[in-house]
């Protein structure tokens, strides 16, 4: 493993642990990185070879940063509890764009490998954010009102009683534990590949 896919994905890592808490939240930012990623990856496509070398970092930045301020703008006028909630998670989507620009995500990746890797860390995303919010809080989908703007009281812990759930899950140590336990499964699943 090269230091740039570890980086990448320790990245990735962030996003996935610390927004995946309940489904919403893990839905909204899996679906606002996947569109600031595939705007980034194609604009990049167009400007890239009109650029020198030595400027392309830094025209990747103001990029990056540009379409993530624009994307998280759109998401507060839209949804703002939403905006809240993902906090500075949703800024690290620039940092991400970055990072998969440098270690050669959109110029020597197939197409299949970048649809597989970003549906990978969709289904992740939102995995863990069914899990953990099922397990955490004991509802599912709790603050989907935030989208719809439709208030219904009803809404809450209808998965399970209130305060029904395990508080570790909706903390990062249980997103981690989670992760694992995931992980672990995949592993112990007969026909799992077990190389490395």
């Excluded at 099922?134 to 399970?160: E, K, P, R, V, Y």
Aim: hydrophobic residues 55%; positive net charge.
């Amino acid at each position: 493993m090269n230091p740039s896919s570890m980086l990448q994905n320790s990245l990735i890592l962030t996003l996935l642990i610390g927004a995946s808490d309940s489904l919403m939240n893990a839905l909204s930012l899996s679906l606002l990185s996947l569109l600031v990623i595939g705007v980034y990856g194609l604009k990049m496509s167009v400007l890239r070879p009109r650029i020198v070398p030595s400027m392309q970092l830094i025209i990747s930045i103001a990029l990056a940063a540009t379409l993530t301020s624009l994307a998280t703008l759109a998401l507060q006028a839209w949804a703002f509890e939403l905006h809240r909630q993902l906090g500075i998670y949703a800024g690290l989507i620039a940092l991400q764009c970055i990072v998969l620009e440098h270690g050669v995500f959109f110029t020597q990746a197939s197409v299949r490998d970048r649809i597989r890797l970003s549906s990978l860390f969709f289904g992740l995303m939102v995995v863990l954010g069914v899990l953990r919010e099922a397990i955490g809080n004991g509802s599912f989908a709790n603050h989907l009102s935030w989208l719809t703007g439709f208030a219904d009281s009803n809404a809450q812990d209808w998965l399970f009683a209130a305060d029904g759930g395990i508080r570790l899950a909706v903390l990062a140590p249980g997103g981690f534990i989670l992760l694992g336990l995931l992980i672990a499964a995949k592993q112990a699943w007969p026909g799992a590949s077990t190389s490395h």
